[in-house]
């Protein structure tokens, strides 16, 4: 029964929801080689640095929370403070390694380009459904 129930509101999710499980499903990958292989994270992002075991699981717990956000956000979209938070993460992560590589250093551009895929049409796509569900809610609440 409880697959079922999932498998239909799997099946009735919105473009952005679908989107954000395949972002949340990238997530956990980077989060799973985070905790189990710190070279991993060295080769997947900060190339420009040497990467300790101990920071591998710190990105791969932070990794897993935002993940952990993309899922949650995917199936209540009608959550405002959810997809505050989501958005919020994708703008925070992302601006964390524009740093890392403008004034660090650490990751490559290349590195930086493929977190830009992921992270900037997810912030785009949630902030123009968080306008358009604004709109649409200020409308219904009109007489």
């Not at 717990?61 to 209540?76: D, G, H, I, P, Q």
């Not at 660090?104 to 949630?126: D, E, N, Q, R």
């Amino acid at each position: 029964m409880g697959v079922a129930v999932a498998g239909r509101k799997l099946a009735a999710l919105p473009a952005l929801g679908w989107w954000l499980v395949v972002v949340g499903a990238v997530r956990l990958v980077f989060a799973w080689s985070g905790f189990f292989d710190a070279r991993a994270v060295r080769a997947g992002t900060y190339s420009g640095t040497h990467v300790t075991d101990v920071h591998g699981r710190t990105v791969g717990v932070w990794t897993l929370l935002s993940c952990t956000l993309c899922f949650m956000c995917a199936f209540n979209l009608e959550n405002r403070p959810l997809c505050a938070a989501t958005l919020l993460s994708f703008v925070y992560a992302y601006g964390h390694f524009v740093v890392e590589y403008m004034v660090y250093g650490t990751i490559t551009a290349a590195s930086l380009g493929t977190l830009g895929f992921f992270a900037v049409p997810s912030s785009i796509w949630t902030i123009v459904h968080w306008r358009r569900n604004a709109l649409g809610h200020r409308a219904a609440k009109q007489p």
